[in-house]
């Protein structure tokens, strides 16, 4: 299994660091993901994304494309 944190948890997380100003809100569209290296750490939840998985450069940042996801639509929000 992945390390990687369950949804609501990572919603919790995104929104505490958007309004605490420790994460940006995310702008423009989720670009399609591709295959990670394995060699960066995710902006939003912190943990590494592992080689094969799916990644996105959101911001000039990398993320799991299921953190970006819902960096996106938790911005929205947020504003
Ligand atoms: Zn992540």
Not at 37 to 56: D, H, L, P, Q
Request: some cysteine; overall charge positive; charged content about 30%.
């Amino acid at each position: 299994m992945s390390p990687e944190l369950p949804e609501p948890e990572i919603r919790r997380v995104i929104r505490k660091r958007l309004r605490a100003g420790t994460l940006l809100a995310a702008t423009g569209t989720v670009p399609p993901a591709t295959g990670a290296r394995g060699n960066s750490v995710c902006v939003v939840c912190g943990f590494a994304i592992r080689a094969g998985r799916n990644e996105c450069e959101m911001n000039g940042a990398r993320a799991h494309e299921r953190c970006a996801v819902i960096w996106r639509e938790e911005s929205d929000r947020a504003l």
